[in-house]
């Protein structure tokens, strides 16, 4: 099941096979459907290239143009339906997805990795700034959750697993914080912040 190769395999297409399972849309229509859901949240979604991206899935046979129409001077309108095919293949991309673990490069981690570059100092203050953020992130997120009690929990997953990860790093980056407050996290040239190397 893992590291099998689609013939489109990004986010957005995962999005727009979703949305026509629903009924048949045009592009426009999906965008519409898909903000409303707040996509946007989960998937980096380019409105400008969604035309691409479902000219990419009809190329391979996962959707099918089945009508298209023009309202007054508006440009025409093609409405795409999900095909047996792309059916399929969005059910067997969803299985591996979420029952496969992968490795993903966040840029939080790749930042990690090269952060020997920046003195104590400087580390201690940008990481003092992303607690606040990721303090501020995980209350609004508690908030907009709280709203929603009505809400299915099924269409809240998202959203739970979502503050789950940002309160995990907001518990990680405050340990290092400490440590470089109190002067404790190893490798600092004589244990104090401000230092020239990690």
């Known amino acids: 099941m893992a590291g099998r190769r689609r013939r489109v395999s990004n986010p957005p297409a995962l999005a727009v096979l979703s949305s026509l399972r629903e ?5 426009y229509e999906m965008a ?4 409303s859901q707040g996509k946007e949240r989960s998937i980096k979604l380019n409105y400008g290239s969604l035309y691409t991206v479902v000219d ?3 190329k391979h046979g996962l959707i099918q143009a089945i009508e298209a129409s023009r309202e007054g001077r508006r440009p ?3 409405v795409y339906r999900l095909t047996d095919e792309g059916r399929a293949e969005l059910e067997d991309w969803l299985t591996e997805l979420l029952g496969t673990p992968v490795k993903e490069y966040p840029q939080f981690e790749a930042a990690l990795a090269e952060i020997a570059v920046l003195n104590p100092g400087q580390v201690r203050d940008v990481l003092e700034h992303r607690v606040e953020a990721l303090e501020k992130a995980v209350g609004q997120e ?7 009690p009505w809400l299915p929990r099924l269409f809240l997953l998202e959203a739970g697993y979502h503050l789950t990860i940002q309160e995990a790093e907001l518990a990680w980056v405050r340990g290092p914080v400490r440590e470089l407050q109190d002067g404790s996290f190893p490798l600092m040239k004589d244990g104090r912040p401000g230092g020239r190397t990690l």
């Open 32 to 35: 519409a459907t898909m903000r």
């Open 76 to 78: 025409e309108r093609t």
């Open 56 to 58: 990419n899935l009809a």
């Open 23 to 27: 009924r048949p849309m045009h592009p």
């Open 142 to 148: 508690r908030a907009e959750i709280a709203q929603l």
